[in-house]
């Protein structure tokens, strides 16, 4: 599956001599996972259900990891070539929500790891 290619410090969208890259393979699967985790329930108005319930899942209920971590292996796997979620930890701490997991897909036998990091006081 190909999508638009992403700068991994900006989260731009990357163009190269003034044509729009194109992700597919691997670099594809990393980029998708990402915009899965980094969007929140009902920020696109195209697909309302897209995206991570952050607020009722992790900021105002730390308890609520074990869920957190349920709902995101269940986005990720809705994505058509990715076969496997594994390894996943997430922790609240100090007001930071750390995430971590690995991802694999048809393209690979290797895994691709995703991690992220977010702010949020209550």
């Known amino acids: 599956m190909k999508t638009l290619g992403i700068d991994d410090g900006t989260n731009d969208i990357v163009f190269q001599n003034g044509i729009l890259v194109i992700a597919d393979g691997l670099e594809s699967v990393a980029s998708r996972c990402t915009n899965i985790m980094q969007t929140l329930r009902g920020e696109m ?17 730390t308890d609520r990891l074990a869920i957190f971590m ?51 006081e209550r």
């Open 45 to 61: 108005s195209l697909r309302a259900d897209g995206g991570m319930a952050y607020r009722e899942l992790v900021w105002e209920s």
């Open 70 to 120: 349920h709902e995101a292996r269940t986005r990720i796997l809705q994505e058509p070539d990715i076969t496997e979620v594994v390894g996943m930890r997430a922790s609240y701490e100090n007001n930071i929500l750390s995430y971590e997991m690995e991802i694999y897909s048809d393209y690979s036998i290797q895994a691709v790891l995703i991690t992220g990091e977010g702010a949020y």
